[in-house]
């Protein structure tokens, strides 16, 4: 176990190093918890954008109001107990009660939150209300990863990690060899679960999951970092362009990560900004093993 979560006051959790690790290491590998797919549930979807069309939701977009409600449906009583306690900013002026009142609304009275389908094991159907689709979607939009069709992904111990314009981790997009012909759209989740394999198996190429490769040598309690969305060309600009394209990118938060601490301190000290950095590699892409499906 190379990594630990931790609470760290105004932060959340957050994701640390449990031991020294090499340069190169791999220091976490996760399936997602759930995956949110916009295949799943076509009535939930276009409901959700119906009713952006009449009045834009606060985020500006759908995405997480489709998660939000996909998992209360169908998550396992693991994930949905992680996405409940998912950290959240205190208030977020985008994602008022209100607008979660009209969503449930529209969404109750078109029969869409009753589950259909079984329930995972151990779940029992509970209803959703306006504040706990409130505290989903906000789980979903600071914490969600967005996946190559679309999707929205949620990790357990990766979405505790957080940014940094100099990260010590690279983030390695893992893919296995799935048994092809699984009903894709009816599991949402990841169960890890490979089965029997037999003879005459078909299997294709698909998304596992995630890993965190370190990017130079880390020691143990150093927080563990990568860059949510800024590209090597972004990491190579000053402060002020990065944490822009932050916000540009639907991250509403200013980068207090080391560098742009130091960086900003420098600007207002010697009105200096800091020059460029090495690019940093684009994420490496891997094979990681055998799945049923996601
Ligand atoms: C995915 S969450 C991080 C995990 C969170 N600490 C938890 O408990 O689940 C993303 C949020 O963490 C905070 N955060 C992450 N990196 C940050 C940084 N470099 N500077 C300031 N806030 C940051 C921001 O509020 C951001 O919206």
Redesign the pocket.
């Known amino acids: 176990m190379c990594t630990e979560v931790r609470d760290?006051p105004g932060?959340?959790?957050?994701l640390f190093a449990a031991t020294d690790i090499a340069k190169g290491e791999t220091l976490l590998t996760e399936a997602p918890l759930f995956v949110s797919r916009p295949e799943a549930e076509p009535a939930i979807l276009s409901l959700l954008e119906r009713l952006h069309k009449e009045a834009p939701l606060g985020l500006g977009h759908t995405k997480a109001h489709y998660a939000a409600v996909l998992s209360h449906l169908f998550a396992s009583p693991a994930a949905y107990e992680v996405l409940v306690e998912?950290?959240a900013?205190k208030q977020d002026g985008r994602l008022s009660l209100e607008e979660m009142e009209r969503v449930w609304a529209e969404l109750e009275k078109e029969g869409l939150l009753c589950h259909r389908g079984e329930l995972p094991e151990g779940r029992a159907q509970e209803n959703l209300t306006p504040s706990t689709l409130q505290k989903l979607v906000t789980a979903w939009e600071?914490?969600g990863f967005s996946g190559e069709s679309n999707e929205l992904l949620m990790y357990d111990k990766i979405?505790?990690?957080?940014?940094?314009?100099d990260p010590n981790c690279d983030v390695v997009i893992l893919y296995g060899l799935f048994r092809s012909g699984a009903d894709k759209d009816s599991m949402l989740e990841s169960t890890g679960a490979t089965g029997a394999l037999k003879k005459g198996d078909k299997f294709e190429q698909r998304y596992a999951g995630l890993a965190f490769r370190a990017n130079r040598a880390l020691k143990r309690d150093e927080e563990i970092?990568f860059s949510?969305c800024l590209t090597a060309e972004d990491l190579a600009q000053d402060f002020q362009f990065r944490r822009a394209q932050l916000n540009l990118r639907g991250?509403?938060?200013?980068?207090?990560?080391e560098r742009?601490t130091a960086e900003v301190h420098e600007f207002l000290t010697q009105g200096k900004e800091a020059g460029p950095t090495e690019p940093v590699d684009a994420a490496p892409e891997e094979m990681c093993g055998l799945f049923d499906d996601l």
């Open positions: 760290v932060m959340g959790r957050c998912r950290w900013p600071f914490n979405s505790t990690a957080s940014h940094s314009c970092s949510y991250w509403k938060f200013v980068c207090n990560c742009c």
